[in-house]
């Protein structure tokens, strides 16, 4: 069967955020993103509902805030859909809109391709069931430990943070949000506790060339080898930037390595850490920034539990 992006947007609008008649949906893009944005459109006008779509420029990294006009509107809506260059999760207009009760999915990078094959293919009932079952074995998770054969070899503690379960497909509730293409589970580590040596080969932004070697020391980066262009990104912000800000678990069957983040930290079995703003998803770093790193056929374990043995969930 065939997938066209338009079937894609009926999935989101439909499948992934139950969009009801009358219901008021924002659809938020920029200038590189406006055929997905037109297809959400008029995927979710075909429900009965009242879209508005609102462009802007598109913004420098993820986790910029939107233009406050765009902020404002997030306020209002009963759904918002962002298909952006840059990601919107991370930001205090995402946080604001949740906590008044929108149904949320961001789609940073999203692209036409990826709207008709890989991880928005896949069955979001069953990954919010593999990501529950998931939670119950670690949600009173106290500390985690990453090792790979490449020589990766990170600890952290998790003691008193919740995991974030949502990002499985499916937002029915108020206050939910999701990535699409969706499928994960994370975490916020407490600050000034990670250390060890981290070692990125699947994505880092974009597909890595060559491995990334991360230092970590008191919960930061203090050198990052083979990626010029993100270390640049982090030291144009600041200090707060370098900050572990994540773990997470990838939980999509059908995601696949494709050098664009939004759909390879979703791959089931690997694991990625984020750097920068946790602020909106339960840790104190606020900055403005974000980025993650995706490590393949790592073994997590997490209180003595192996998690992940060489890329397989347990």
Known sequence: MVITLMDGARIAIN???????????????????MNIAQALFEAAEETGADPVLMSMPPRSRHGEEPPEIIAQAMRRADVILAPTTFSLTHTQARKVATRLGARIATMPGITTEMMSKGGMTANFRQIARQ???????????????????????LYMSLKGRKWVTEDNGLCYKKGSYTNLPAGEIFIPPVEGTTYGNLFIDAAFVDKVEKPVRVTI????????INAVEVRNQLMEVGHNAFNIAELGIGMNPKSKLIGNILEDEKILGTVHIGFGDNSTFGGKVQCGIYISGVVTKPTLTIDNKVIIENGELK
Do not use: P, Q, W, Y
């Open 131 to 153: 990501i529950s079952r998931l939670h119950r074995r670690i949600k009173n998770a106290k500390e985690a430990h990453i090792t790979t054969e490449m020589g990766t070899d």
């Open 15 to 33: 499948n992934c955020l139950a969009v009801k008649k009358r219901e008021m949906v924002l659809i938020i893009t920029d200038t590189e993103r």
């Open 217 to 224: 020391v008191d919960g930061f980066a203090v050198d990052i």
